[in-house]
């Protein structure tokens, strides 16, 4: 577990040009100390537990303004910037080396019990500040959402996409910048 905070921290060190120190990231950073929530919570969800679980993602939430809940699936290397009011929902899966910047909302549409009702963000992704993706969608490997872009459709991997709704400008392999 300590390990597990302190490579969290070093993701933070290297991604927050306004850390400067390890200590600064362990104490300071509302990321960290939701992910670290996280991590403990969803041990707890894993083994049935849920009660304790959602106990635990609550007061996380009061603490740092980020609600994960404690379902979600997360990856290695995520980097939390501005936590305040993210939010990562149950079904939610997000693979290794995401950034998300404040305000970002991985949330459902509805759904039943059971059911995929969040989305999936794969790996190297960077959503910007009040993006909010919708639903069982899936955001493709290396992909950039734009500060407030509402996603309610799948993301092709290494595009950027952007409004409300949310529309792709795709990078070619020239990186030239085209509208689909």
Known sequence: MIKGIVNDA?????????MKTIIQALLFSPGLRALTSYRISHKFYMKGWENLALFISY?????TGIEIH????????????HGMGIVIGETAIIGDKVTLY????????GGNKGEIRHPRIEN????????KILGP?????????????VVLKDIPPYSTAVGMPARILKKDRKDHLYVI
């Open 10 to 18: 070093k993701v933070i060190l290297d991604k927050d040009p306004a």
């Open 59 to 63: 007061r996380s939430r009061r603490k």
């Open 70 to 81: 404690p379902g979600a699936i997360i990856g290695k290397e995520l980097f939390i910037d």
């Open 102 to 109: 404040h305000g970002v909302t991985l949330g459902g549409v």
């Open 124 to 131: 190297n992704v960077i959503i910007g500040a009040g993006a």
């Open 137 to 149: 969608i899936k955001v493709g490997l290396g992909s950039k959402i734009g500060a407030n872009a």
